[in-house]
């Protein structure tokens, strides 16, 4: 057997039915045994795709993406998705080609230092120069990827090791990882700690970070709001933890987060933090962020206990078992007053949605997207005002559904994600919600998507400007420079040359319609919006308190 169908094997052991890649001359042994197994190959346009398609598999699914990237460019290329997937915790396992073991180190044609450049942004990263090392190198990939926090583990596989050949019998396979013992049940003493105070409280308030939908544990924490009536705050990767109609479900917090949430956190005497890191976007200053709360931290992650706030109960635990913890000790807190506090600033502080502009407001066409799409459509963004507008005002309601590039804020995620989550969930409905700017960073992804029949919607909310760094140029810069896109192409031609149905939208009620005839056809369509490039954000300035929030932008001249 040779390294490379043991590889195909050791991938099948491991669940993997379908791979997002870009062939290259190294990966040729891969690629011939590849061609004779069952594991899907999808063909992207470009390896930053197949990263972020791979991811955006994970995040859909919560099982494992596997992408592929041959040496050198390939490599390089594919290290934003990489990025991407580390700092928003996703489990990928990225298998790149790598010269021949001899030359590695030798400058050969397409060598660069895979391993060297992929150790920072990622969990872990392997190079088996031997086809029995690859057996190793699989399945610790898989176990590090998946357990713990999640994160991406890169497997560099030189051409030698995929071309010589292996009796697998004659080799003694050692997979212990000495070391990776991941921590998942709490301190028995600081979960007392943390119930007494729970307990004593009179407003306490959680908030639900991406550790709680990785950790599949939304109804633990449901359970727990409802038994101690306690409002749920998220972050940005937290939406879906729980829904936001629910009477609990307050909403995001931080820079774009909603006013409501960041009252809740300046306020709260006790907040309960599950699987969240305390982002400098969530978090704003650290010396003013729930300044009269006792703060109390659940991550399984115990190198983000305390790493950008000070905490005062911290517990090192996975979020699902420690919130079975939490119901079986916590006895309900009095928290009427404080529910009622909180419903009656969210009664006031409730936006408005509906307008009659032309051009549209972002506010309308999300309102237009709600009303078109159901609880379980898996919506993934791009990065910028879209995503932004998107985690302020669309209400998710289920964990899995809402796919966005948090820490790295990375642009040209949302429509290779899209690809991704529709694999992983072919019978849902998948939305792409891009920005002119990011839209145009991927959208050969186009092709990837006609070639597959992938009925993923696209809606493409164009302002011709790079929208969020020309908003803070208005607000913080006193100008505007080199962010307007002054001859965008014609997104409906575009959409045509794939092949894919173009729809233009200028007025109100025209996008509703179109998304559902496009749901209802399960037709592969590019929605261009055109929207009003002088609408902002609600926001927060940097390293301002959350409960300084800027509405009022008056003094704001318009863009031209």
């Known amino acids: 057997m040779k390294g490379s169908q043991l590889l195909i094997n050791k991938l099948k052991e491991n669940g993997v039915k ?3 890649g870009y062939p290259g001359g190294v990966l040729l042994p891969f690629y011939d045994a590849l061609c004779e197994s069952d594991i899907e190959h999808i063909l992207v346009r470009h390896e930053q795709a197949a990263a972020h398609a791979a991811d955006g598999y994970a995040r859909a699914s919560g099982k494992t993406g596997v992408c592929l990237a041959t040496s050198g460019p390939g490599a390089t290329n594919v ?8 700092m928003d915790s996703s489990s990928v396992v990225i298998l790149t080609g790598q010269v021949p073991s001899k030359a590695i180190g030798t400058d050969m044609f397409q060598e660069v230092d895979t391993i060297g450049i992929t150790m920072p942004i990622s969990k872990h990263n392997y190079q088996p120069r031997s086809p029995e090392k690859i057996v190793e190198a699989i399945d610790k990939a898989f176990y590090i990827s998946s357990t713990g926090r999640p994160g991406p583990v890169v497997i560099d596989l030189p051409r030698n090791a995929l071309e010589e050949d292996i009796n697998i019998e004659e080799y003694e396979i050692n997979t212990d990882i000495p070391g990776y013992k991941p921590t998942t049940k709490g301190n028995v003493k600081q979960i007392k700690k943390a119930i007494e105070v729970i307990n004593n409280s009179q407003k306490p308030l959680i908030l639900a970070g991406g550790g709680v939908i990785l950790s599949n544990a939304s109804e633990e924490l449901l359970k727990f709001a409802t038994l101690t009536n306690i409002p749920v705050c998220t972050t940005l990767m937290g939406k879906g933890s729980i829904s936001e109609e629910h009477p609990l479900g307050l909403g995001m917090i931080g820079m774009h987060g909603i006013e409501t949430t960041n009252i809740a956190i300046t306020e709260c005497d006790c907040l309960i933090a599950i699987g969240c890191r305390f982002s400098d976007r969530s978090v704003s200053n650290g010396e003013l962020f729930a300044p009269n709360a006792t703060i109390i931290q659940i991550d399984v992650d115990p190198a983000e206990i305390g790493k950008t706030i000070s905490i005062d109960i911290p517990i090192v635990g996975d979020a699902k078992i420690t919130l079975k913890e939490f119901i079986n000790q916590v006895k309900s807190p009095d928290t009427t007053n404080w529910t009622s506090h909180i419903s009656q600033i969210k009664k006031e502080t409730e936006p408005i949605m509906s307008y009659n502009d032309i051009p549209l407001k972002p506010q309308q066409c999300i309102k237009e997207i709600m009303e078109a799409v159901t609880d379980d459509t898996i919506i993934t963004t791009d990065v910028g005002q879209n995503q932004m507008w998107m985690a302020h005002y669309y209400k998710t309601k289920k964990p899995r ?8 804020g990375t642009m040209g995620f949302g429509l290779p994600a899209a690809i991704g989550a529709q694999f992983a969930k072919p019978e849902e409905n998948v939305l792409s919600i891009v920005g002119d700017g990011g839209f145009q960073m991927v959208l050969q992804e186009l092709a990837t998507i006609k070639e597959h029949d992938l009925p993923i919607v696209t809606c493409v909310l164009n302002n011709n400007y790079l929208g969020m760094v020309a908003q803070l140029q208005r607000l913080f810069n006193d100008h505007v420079y ?22 233009v939208v200028e007025k109100p009620g025209e996008l509703k319609e179109t998304i559902q005839n496009a749901l209802k056809q399960r037709e592969a369509t590019v929605i261009d919006i055109k929207i009003d490039a002088n609408e902002l954000l609600p926001i927060i300035p940097p390293g301002s308190a959350l409960n300084n929030m800027k509405k009022d932008f008056s003094d704001v001249e318009d863009l031209k």
Request: proline residues 2%; hydrophobic residues 35%; charged residues 15%.
């Open 401 to 408: 559904t809402f796919i966005s590039s948090g820490g790295l």
């Open 79 to 86: 290290t934003t998705g990489i990025a991407t997937a580390n």
């Open 482 to 503: 080199q962010t307007k896109f002054y001859d965008n192409p014609d997104f409906v031609q575009l959409a045509k040359a794939y092949k894919i149905r173009g729809e």
């Open 18 to 20: 379908t791979i997002f």
